[in-house]
Nanobody
Framework: QVQLVESGGGSVQAGGSLRLSCAAS????????MGWFRQAPGKEREGVAA???????TYAESVKGRFTISKDNVKNTLFLQMNSLKPEDTAVYYC????????????????????WGQGTQVAVSS
């Protein structure tokens, strides 16, 4: 059974940094497509960053240059380093995984992913 557990959320002032973690279990971690998504109140869930089994990454335009997605295949953990945070980054952040082949142009689309964590709250104040 696939399990994804996020941690590392919190409250930070604009310009600050946070590092989110997603501990994965129950599957062959290194062969899955992995992604980070976020959902702000009243808004749809949006893709933030994704990484494929070959460690190729994709980012939303709004976070390019500020966020970095990475994974540790030994510890089965996905990370999202978030720097230069802005108030508009405030949201619940979710980790997602899928064993299928996801084309690069759709790796930030939530319906592509079959497994989800419970989310971790990130709040950025101005």
């Amino acid at each position: 059974q696939v399990q994804l557990v996020e941690s590392g959320g919190g409250s930070v002032q604009a310009g600050g940094s946070l590092r989110l973690s997603c501990a994965a279990s129950g599957y062959t971690y290194s062969s899955y497509f992995m992604g980070w998504f976020r959902q702000a109140p009243g808004k749809e869930r949006e893709g933030v960053a994704a990484v494929d089994p070959n460690d190729r990454t994709t980012y939303a335009e709004s976070v390019k240059g500020r966020f970095t997605i990475s994974k540790d295949n030994v510890k089965n953990t996905l990370f999202l380093q978030m720097n230069s945070l802005k108030p508009e980054d405030t949201a619940v952040y979710y980790c997602a995984a899928d064993p299928g082949l996801i084309p690069w142009w759709s790796q930030l689309q939530a319906p592509r992913y079959s497994h989800w964590g419970q989310g971790t709250q990130v709040a950025v104040s101005s």
